[in-house]
């Protein structure tokens, strides 16, 4: 005889499923909500600890945002990037490359790690690994930013064809002038090729550099050096004269050798004169003191060193030049003479070094390349004193 179906059973079924049902989806959905709003409390707390500057408080609050929601890439790069900000690259490293790793990673967010993974490896100075990595952003968003991260690569390895090569992509994609930087790259070959012996070599590139930035102060400068050590000290001061016509600014920078040169050339006359037309408009130290050594050398001129600085101090305060003054004036106590002296002349040895302008590294020459910060043309022509 079959079994009659109690459909009792099921009425009394249906409220208990539906009661067990609703007690689960209600379990879950808290757990959802509790975990959402653990992650978001983390990363609150680390982005407050981050504008506070207590970078460590930061770093472990995010650490925390990530492991309670590990999908969340904003999250990795904002970790990532405060390791690097402290100097733990290999941390940093380890945070990007764990992000190229995933599989559901944007293509965006993928460029976007790997030019923080670049970032990283310049940091921590592996050039190559970081040159590898830069190349691969090769037609991103990035492209840019890496090109410019290539160049300073380049530039710190001293590899100047390759800084050529991106240097010019950089200005064939209208995004500034490199005339000068190129000339740079020029200059800096050449002189690679003078200490090979190479002055033939040297005095091609340097020529060079002039038709890449004609109103760039140094290759003029160089290749009057060059000219000058070759034994062509007419050409060397013709050069000289026409860089102060196409870079007034560097005058202080070629005073000294245009007077070395005239003198050897016996051009003194012409070079005195066109230092004085410079000193007029635009008193200098190291015109000044390029004067001072024409003027013993020509018999036309009436003014001593001492009637010249003199003249200096009337128109300007200058330890340095009164120390200059002192040294060839008699004094009352003459017997202390020396002692003032040196005690002068260590007073203002620190006013004739030359400071970057764009991290304050202090030099007694004057750099084209800081090796501070590495930064082109940040040196002022001028000494500590003028500035």
């Known amino acids: 005889m079959p079994m009659e179906f109690d459909l009792s059973w099921v009425l009394l079924g249906l409220p208990l499923a539906f009661v067990l049902g609703w007690a689960a989806s209600r379990f879950d959905f808290r757990q959802v909500r509790l975990d959402n709003r653990q992650a978001p409390k983390a990363y609150f ?54 992000l190229l790793q995933r599989a559901d990673l944007s293509q965006d967010d993928r460029h976007r790690a790997q030019h923080a993974l670049a970032l990283d490896f310049l940091k921590a100075g592996l050039l190559d690994r970081a040159e590898a990595a830069l190349l691969k952003l090769a037609g991103t968003r990035f492209e840019v930013e890496a090109q410019l991260a290539l160049l300073a690569n380049y530039e710190r390895s001293r590899d100047w064809a390759l800084a050529t090569d991106i240097a010019t992509q950089l200005e064939s994609a209208s995004l500034g002038s490199f005339s ?18 190479q002055q033939p070599e040297a005095l091609k590139l340097l020529r060079a550099a002039v038709l890449q930035a004609p109103d760039a102060a140094r290759p003029r400068i160089e290749l009057a050096q060059l000219l000058a050590k070759t034994g062509d000290d007419t050409l060397a001061c013709q050069t000289l004269i026409e860089a102060l016509q196409a870079a007034p600014g560097a005058s202080a920078l070629m005073a000294a050798p245009l007077a070395d040169s005239a003198i050897r050339s016996h051009q003194t006359t012409a070079a005195l004169a066109t230092l004085q037309a410079i000193y007029e408009a635009s008193p200098s130290l190291d015109v000044l003191e390029a004067i001072v050594q024409l003027s013993a050398q020509d018999p036309a001129c009436r003014c001593s060193a001492r009637d010249w600085y003199a003249r200096h101090l009337e128109q300007q305060p200058s330890l340095v030049v009164a120390a200059r003054w002192i040294a060839g004036e008699k004094l009352e106590h003459e017997q202390f003479h020396p002692q003032v002296q040196r005690a002068l002349d260590q007073a203002t040895t620190p006013l004739l070094r030359y400071r970057c302008a764009a991290c304050g590294f202090e030099a007694r020459q004057h750099f084209w390349h800081c090796p501070g910060c590495q930064a082109w043309d940040s040196y002022p022509c001028q000494r500590i004193e003028e500035l």
């Not at 790069?77 to 690259?89: C, D, I, K, Q, V």
């Not at 000068?180 to 012996?197: F, I, K, P, S, V």
């Open 45 to 98: 707390k680390g982005l407050n600890y981050l504008l506070n500057e207590q970078q460590d408080q930061a770093i472990d609050a995010f650490i925390e945002a990530v492991q309670n929601d590990p999908d969340t890439s904003e999250l990795h790069f904002a970790l990532g990037n405060l390791f690097r900000r402290r100097g733990e690259y290999e941390r940093a490293v380890r945070v990007h490359e764990h």
């Open 180 to 197: 000068h930087r190129l000339a740079h790259y020029l200059c800096e070959q050449a002189a690679t090729q003078l200490a090979q012996g």
